[in-house]
């Protein structure tokens, strides 16, 4: 079978000129709207702008709604920048992020808008700070998504996770949904298009994803694991082989913290 033909420019022009538009209208609803709405409105409003964004792109979502109460830490295998917009538009959620995105222009007032939590690594006391954020947030009974690979993959292969950021579940005693995310092309295929990883720029990476007529970006959840007296390094592993089955590959044990 001959490979799909790139979508042509006219249309990738078209398409970046709809997402700028609709980034000022996120923009302007998150800086106006959001301090006037209640909480279930701007998850809603998260919810659908994330949709929209996946929509301009001709991602398609492929994914069933997860048997999981609100409060969950999600966990995530993460392989670009679009996974956020993917599970947004699934269940709408804080996430979190390095540092060094919060001093992004635009970008980073906006995750900052959004309940990103913003961890600096290999700072012992400023993680303490961020557990206690992401234990408020799970106990009101938002969704928190942390990505413990601690980097983006191509999304043909599962990392180890580093367990220590399951710490808030065990300490707030909320579940943890396992998801399994990938990136499939109009054939059915694995996509490395939407891969973030390695050298690949930000700009090459959205170039490719431009390219593509089309993708789908399947989301599979396992079921909740109960978090009561199990340890960090027991929940990691169970997470992880959740989604490496998910993935369809040999689940492998995590590596020590």
Known sequence: ??????????????????????????????AIFYPLVA??????????WSHQILKILSV?????????????????????WLDIFAINALRPSAFISKAEIRQWPFFGWLGEQNDTVFLRRGSRGHARIVN??????????????????GTTTDGTHLLGF?????????????????????YHDAQ??????PSFAGETSMKQCFSAILACRSLTAR??????????????????????AAIATRLGFLPSSNPPE
């Open 162 to 182: 580093h367990a220590a950021l399951l710490q808030p579940a065990i300490e707030t005693g909320r579940p943890i949904l396992p998801l399994a995310l990938s």
């Open 60 to 80: 398609r979502l492929e994914a069933q709604p997860a048997d999981a109460p609100p409060g969950c830490l999600i966990v995530s295998n993460h392989i670009s």
């Open 219 to 240: 989301l599979l959840t396992a079921p909740a694991i109960d978090t009561t007296g199990q340890t960090r390094r027991e929940l990691s592993q169970a997470a992880h």
């Open 39 to 48: 909480e279930q409105r701007r998850v809603s409003l998260k919810q659908r």
């Open 188 to 193: 059915g295929n694995i996509s490395l298009a």
């Open 1 to 30: 079978m001959s490979p799909a033909r790139p979508t042509p420019y006219l249309i990738r022009i078209f398409r970046c000129l709809r997402l700028a538009l609709h980034f000022v209208k996120i923009a302007v609803g998150t």
């Open 132 to 149: 206690a954020e992401i234990d408020s947030l799970l106990v009101a009974g938002m969704d928190v998504v942390i990505f413990p690979e």
